[in-house]
């Protein structure tokens, strides 16, 4: 199911104070224990484990990583980093991918979109006179139900590469993985369909490069499970 666009809807940006202090790293037992957050925490992750359970298949009825090495040479490339335990600028956007190289890729592009690097993404280019910045067309932002899917579009120089990397789960529908790179048609277009799988929950932040364009876009999707949505509404203000 295509997701339906919400343009500057509240729940994209807002976080609840309340799950921010819950999922906090800083957040102390002092807190959790408190007669006003105890509550809340013990009923939220009561409510997640009911949703989660009656949302969430079987893994066995997730696709075969291999199969989809099959279909999409990126994720060839990454099951390949895997089993020989190399190339970790395959496995992280945290490594730093290897330099764009134009006359390489103009050359033989299909070769560079063959790898999947999410680090990628670090690589704009450097802001200067004669350099454009990337674009978006359309919205920034999505609110969304698992399962939909989600098309993010940006301009670039026509036929050069554009990588989109997700930080928080979910998965490109081309190649099953948490980035891919694509190449922009004749207009500089370059479009990439990001899946809500079953995990991904909550805000998913996707940043989107190209190495002949200044800057990045950044895409934020909301994603909702039934079921788990009140959870970023304390009791007492849902009984209202």
Known sequence: MVAEVVKGHPDVDAVDPVVQAVSSPNLSHAAVDSPVIAPIVAETIERFGEATSAAAG??????????????HPQTASVTEALEQRAHPE??????????????????N????????????????????????????????SFVVNQGDVVPLIVRT?????????SFDLGRFQENGLTSITVPANELGYAQ???????????????????????????FTVRVQVPGLT??????????R
Do not use: C, K
Not at 123 to 130: F, I, K, T
């Open 58 to 71: 079987s893994v066995a009825d997730l696709p075969d990583a291999r199969a989809s090495a099959d279909r």
């Open 90 to 107: 395959r496995l992280s956007a945290l490594v730093a991918a290897r330099p764009f190289d134009r006359a390489a890729y103009e050359a």
């Open 109 to 140: 592009p299909e070769a560079y979109l063959a790898i999947s690097e999410p680090g990628r993404i670090w690589g704009s280019a450097q802001p200067e006179e004669g350099v454009e910045p990337l674009q978006v067309l359309g919205h920034r």
């Open 157 to 165: 120089d026509p036929g050069m590469p554009v990588t989109f990397t």
């Open 192 to 218: 990439a369909d990001f899946e809500a799988i079953q995990g991904t929950w909550n805000q998913v932040r996707i940043l989107a490069s190209s190495p002949v364009r200044s800057g990045q876009i950044t």
């Open 230 to 239: 009140q959870l970023t509404t304390p009791p007492a203000e849902a009984s």
